[in-house]
C-alpha cells in the first residue's frame, strides 16, 4: 500500500516560515491534501489539489508537490497555527484503491 | 453550510458490533456528486480511513477493515451510518463522518464531523 511519511514536528518562531513535508513515491503524480488539526477538534482541510485553498483559510498557507515530496507552508506564522498537520492523497495505483493520510506533523510555535 | 453530526453510543463490549450515525445537513446526500466517508483516530494517532457511500448505495472499503465494515444510507433521513463487527479494545478510536469532494482522480475531504470517541471496554 501506498505510504505518506512526515517529520514527527516541527518548531517555528512566530512570524517565520514552518515547511511541512510529505513524502511518497512519485507523490508529484497524485494530488496532494493538507488538514490542520487542534486538540479535541476535526480536522480541518486547509489546502487541497495541491495547491488550492478552500474559502475562508489564510493567504499564509500554500502548497506545493513535485518528485517525491509535498510541502506544505506556512507563512508569517500565528500561534493560533500550532496544531498537527496531516497529509492526504486518493492512491489509485494498487490493487486497492483508497484514501491515504500521512503519519502527521505536529507544529510548535515557539 | 454542509454540516455533519455523528451519533452513537460511546461503549461497546468486546465481540459486540459498533454502530453510528451520520446526519447530514445544509446539504442532500441525494444530489450525488460526493463520498460519504467514515474515519476513525486511535487516541494519540494519525487517521485511517474506514470507508466511503455513495448516495446510490455503492460502497468501497478499506481492505484491512472490509470484513468487519458495513456502511449504508438512507436517504430520505440525509443520514448515512457505519456498523463494525466484533470490536475490540483496538476500535477505540474518535470515529469522525465526512465529505469527499472528487474531482477527476483527486479526492479530498472538505467537511467533517466533530468526531465521537467509541470506547469499546467491557
Known amino acids: 500500500s501506498y505510504v505518506l511519511t512526515q517529520p514527527p514536528s516541527v518548531s517555528v518562531a512566530p512570524g517565520k516560515t514552518a515547511r511541512i513535508t510529505c513524502g511518497g513515491n512519485?507523490?508529484?503524480?497524485?494530488?496532494v491534501h493538507w488538514y490542520q488539526q487542534k486538540p479535541g477538534q476535526a480536522p480541518v482541510l486547509v489546502i487541497y489539489y495541491d495547491s488550492d485553498r478552500p474559502s475562508g483559510i489564510p493567504e499564509r498557507f500554500s502548497g506545493s508537490n513535485s518528485g517525491n515530496t509535498a510541502t506544505l507552508t506556512i507563512s508569517r506564522v500565528e500561534a493560533g497555527d500550532e496544531a498537527d498537520y496531516y497529509c492526504q492523497v486518493w492512491d489509485s495505483s494498487s490493487d486497492h484503491p483508497g484514501y491515504v493520510f500521512g503519519t502527521g506533523t505536529k507544529v510548535t510555535v515557539l | 453550510q454542509v454540516q455533519l453530526q455523528e451519533s452513537g453510543p460511546g461503549l461497546v463490549k468486546p465481540s459486540q458490533t459498533l454502530s453510528l450515525t451520520c446526519t447530514v445537513s445544509?446539504?442532500?446526500?441525494?444530489?450525488?456528486?460526493?463520498?460519504w466517508s467514515w474515519i476513525r483516530q486511535h487516541p494519540g494517532k494519525g487517521l485511517e480511513w474506514i470507508g466511503y457511500i455513495y448516495y446510490s448505495g455503492s460502497t468501497y472499503y478499506n481492505p484491512s477493515l472490509k470484513s468487519r465494515v458495513t456502511i449504508s444510507v438512507d436517504t430520505s433521513k440525509n443520514q448515512f451510518s457505519l456498523k463494525l463487527s466484533s470490536v475490540t479494545a483496538a476500535d477505540t478510536a474518535v470515529y469522525y463522518c465526512a465529505r469527499a469532494e472528487v474531482y477527476g482522480e483527486s479526492r479530498w475531504f472538505d467537511y467533517w464531523g466533530q468526531g465521537t470517541l467509541v470506547t469499546v471496554s467491557s
Open positions: 445544509g446539504g442532500s446526500i441525494s444530489s450525488g456528486g460526493y463520498y
Open positions: 512519485n507523490i508529484g503524480s497524485k494530488s
